[in-house]
């Protein structure tokens, strides 16, 4: 089973960046895809972006152009580089995985415990 381990969080002020860190261990070389996700209070958990084995990689329209989804294999790290950021991006930030090369936005297998994101207007 893969483990994910989130770090990179805290307290900014509005336009300022952030890198979110997400470590991943165990049979990671299954891994189709290696996603973000975000949980705002009171709201559902919403896709931010993803990337897949073979490269491809998939944005949020909310955080298009802001937002840079990257990874260092050889770590077997995914870091989320976050620019220009707004008070509407606070949220409880969350790396997922999954084992099925399709459908980057759903169907995440295996999740992190979250890292608290919090920009201050």
């Known amino acids: 089973q893969v483990q994910l381990v989130e770090s990179g969080g805290g307290l900014v002020q509005a336009g300022d960046s952030l890198r979110l860190s997400c470590a991943a261990s165990?049979?990671?070389?299954?891994?189709?895809?290696i996603g973000w996700f975000r949980q705002a209070p009171g709201k559902g958990r919403e896709f931010v972006a993803a990337?897949?084995?073979?490269?491809?990689?998939y944005y949020a329209d909310s955080v298009k152009g802001r937002f840079t989804i990257s990874r260092d294999a050889t770590q077997n790290t995914v870091y989320l580089q976050m620019d220009n950021l707004k008070p509407e991006d606070t949220a409880l930030y969350y790396c997922?995985?999954?084992?099925?090369?399709?459908?980057?936005?759903?169907?995440?297998?295996?999740w992190g415990q979250g890292t608290q994101v919090t920009v201050s207007s």
């Open positions: 990337i897949s084995r073979n490269g491809g990689i």
């Open positions: 165990g049979p990671t070389f299954t891994t189709g895809y």
């Open positions: 997922a995985a999954k084992d099925q090369l399709a459908y980057a936005r759903t169907g995440y297998d295996y």
